[in-house]
């Protein structure tokens, strides 16, 4: 079992940066394939950014490329996602998910099985 805590959303204005953690207990995560994805009000959950167990294989989604950075600190257990020039299509309650290693970077959900709580991020004009 795997238990993720995400965290470091908020309210910001465009433009703007933020990072986000997520925090692993129980097993680790240089086991696991990991991946961050979004889910807006009345949209489907998306998959955003992955990477693959070794952190070498990175993906992302088309409309963050060039933005957005996941990244991993093995020896702290965590996971993160740097966003930096946010727009306000960026709104959405952010989750990571761990899934079993392999490749490439899955980018469907049911592809990962455990998954963090959620974290709120709000881009204003």
């Known amino acids: 079992q795997v238990q993720l805590v995400e965290s470091g959303g908020g309210l910001v204005q465009a433009g703007a940066s933020l990072r986000l953690s997520c925090v692993a207990s129980?097993?680790?995560?240089?086991?696991?394939?990991m991946g961050w994805f979004r889910q807006a009000p009345g949209k489907e959950r998306e998959f955003v950014a992955g990477?693959?167990?070794?952190?070498?294989?990175?993906r992302y989604t088309d409309s963050v490329k060039g933005r957005f950075t996941i990244s991993r600190d093995n020896a702290k257990n965590t996971v993160y996602l740097q966003m930096n020039s946010l727009k306000p299509e960026d709104t959405a309650v952010y989750y990571c998910?761990?899934?079993?290693?392999?490749?490439?970077?899955?980018?469907?959900?049911?592809?990962?099985?455990?998954w963090g709580q959620g974290t709120q991020v709000t881009v204003s004009t």
């Open positions: 990477d693959t167990f070794t952190a070498r294989t990175t």
């Open positions: 129980g097993r680790t995560l240089s086991t696991y394939n």
């Open positions: 998910a761990a899934g079993l290693a392999g490749f490439p970077v899955r980018t469907i959900p049911t592809a990962y099985n455990y």
